[in-house]
C-alpha cells in the first residue's frame, strides 16, 4: 500500500481493509454503493462486498444514524457516511441523546463502535448546506471521539483506528483536501488522539487540523522568508484533545495561534487558547490569537474565498503576536 495516494484513495483503501478484516463491518449512506458516494470514497466497495455489507440508504441521516445505533447494540461495527456536513442535522438528535450517550448510559455495559464520516468545511465552491464546519458541536458532547486528518497517511491509519474503537468516532474528512496526494506508511505511527508537529520552529506555534494545516504550512513557508520560524502542530484529534503536545510547544516558542474553518465564536480555538493560556501563562510572551470564519452564515461560492481563512490572515495574525 505505501506509496503516493490521495486522500480519497487513501479513505477508500482504509474502508477496504476495514470490509476485509472484518466481517462486523457495514457501511451504511446515500449513494455509496453502486455510485460510490458523491466523491467516490467508496468506489467499488459495493461491488465487492456485496449489498448486505455496503448499504445504500434512503435520504434520512436520522434514520441511519439510528440504524447503526441498533447494529451495534447487536455486535456490528457500522461506519456511518454523511454525504455533505450540513446534512447531519436531522440526525443530531440520533448522534447527541443516544449514540453519544449509551455507554454510559448502560453503566459500560454496551459499547457503541459507530464511526461517523462526515465531510467538512468549505473551498469547492458549493451550494447552501454544503460547507459547514460544526466541529464545536460534536467536540462539546461528551461521550465521542472527534478526529480530523490533513493528509493522506492519517486519513488512511486514522480511519482504520477509528472503525477499530470501541466508542463512537465522528471522522470530520476535510473535502477540499481529497485530491491532495501524499505518502502512505506501512503503519499508523500515532495513536488515534495524538497531536504531530509536521513542522518545527521557534518565534510562534500554529495550531490547526483538517483543512487548515496545509494553509499553516504554506504560511510558515512564507514567513521564513522574513527570518520568522513558525512550528506547526497538526492537532488530529479534536476530542480528546493532546494538550502535552500543544503545551510544550507553546512554552517554547512562547506564542500560539489557533486556525479553523469554523467561526471564531465559541469555536474549537475559545477552547485551546483558554487552555494553554491557563497552562502556558509563565511562557507566554504574548495572549494565544484565534484565526477562523466569521460569525455568520456560510456565504455563497463567490465569496466564500473572502469567509476562509488564508495565507495573509494567518501571517497578519503572527505580526500581532510577534508585535507583543
Known amino acids: 500500500m505505501a506509496g503516493q495516494l490521495s486522500i480519497a484513495k487513501a479513505l477508500n483503501d482504509a474502508l477496504r481493509k476495514s470490509l476485509e478484516n472484518d466481517p462486523k463491518t457495514v457501511l451504511m449512506g446515500e449513494d455509496i454503493g453502486k455510485l460510490g458516494g458523491v466523491f467516490r470514497i467508496t468506489d467499488g466497495l459495493q461491488k465487492d462486498f456485496g449489498d448486505d455489507r455496503v448499504i445504500d440508504t434512503p435520504l434520512a441521516e436520522s434514520g441511519i444514524v439510528g440504524t447503526a445505533i441498533g447494529l451495534a447494540l447487536r455486535g456490528y461495527r457500522p461506519v456511518v457516511e454523511i454525504q455533505f456536513d450540513g446534512f447531519v442535522y436531522p440526525a443530531f438528535d440520533q448522534i447527541v441523546s443516544q449514540l453519544a450517550k449509551m455507554h454510559a448510559r448502560a453503566l459500560g455495559h454496551v459499547k457503541m463502535p459507530i464511526t461517523v464520516r462526515i465531510p467538512f468545511g468549505g473551498g469547492i465552491g458549493a451550494v447552501e448546506h454544503h460547507s459547514e464546519s460544526h466541529e464545536a458541536y460534536f467536540a462539546h458532547t461528551a461521550g465521542l471521539r472527534v478526529v480530523s486528518p490533513s493528509n493522506p497517511h492519517d486519513a488512511h491509519w486514522m480511519l482504520r483506528q477509528a472503525i477499530e474503537s470501541d ?52 504560511a510558515a513557508q512564507a514567513a521564513e522568508e522574513d527570518g520568522r520560524r513558525l512550528e506547526v502542530v497538526d492537532l488530529r484529534s479534536l476530542s480528546p484533545v493532546d494538550f502535552a503536545t500543544l503545551e510544550e510547544s507553546v512554552k517554547r516558542t512562547g506564542r500560539g495561534i489557533v486556525v479553523h474553518e469554523a467561526p471564531v465564536f465559541l469555536g474549537l480555538g475559545a477552547e485551546l487558547a483558554a487552555r494553554l493560556t491557563e497552562r502556558c501563562f509563565y511562557h507566554l510572551e504574548a495572549p494565544i490569537l484565534r484565526v477562523g470564519g466569521y460569525h455568520a452564515p456560510y456565504p455563497p461560492s463567490r465569496v466564500e474565498e473572502t469567509y476562509l481563512p488564508d495565507l495573509d490572515r494567518v501571517l497578519d495574525a503572527v505580526d500581532r503576536a510577534l508585535a507583543f
Open 167 to 218: 466508542d463512537p468516532v465522528v471522522f470530520l474528512e476535510p473535502k477540499r483536501r481529497y485530491w491532495d496526494k501524499g505518502e502512505v506508511g506501512e503503519d499508523p505511527m500515532l495513536p488515534l488522539h495524538s497531536a504531530r508537529v509536521v513542522r518545527p520552529g521557534t518565534d510562534a506555534t500554529l495550531i490547526a487540523y483538517g483543512p487548515m494545516v496545509k494553509v499553516c504550512q504554506e
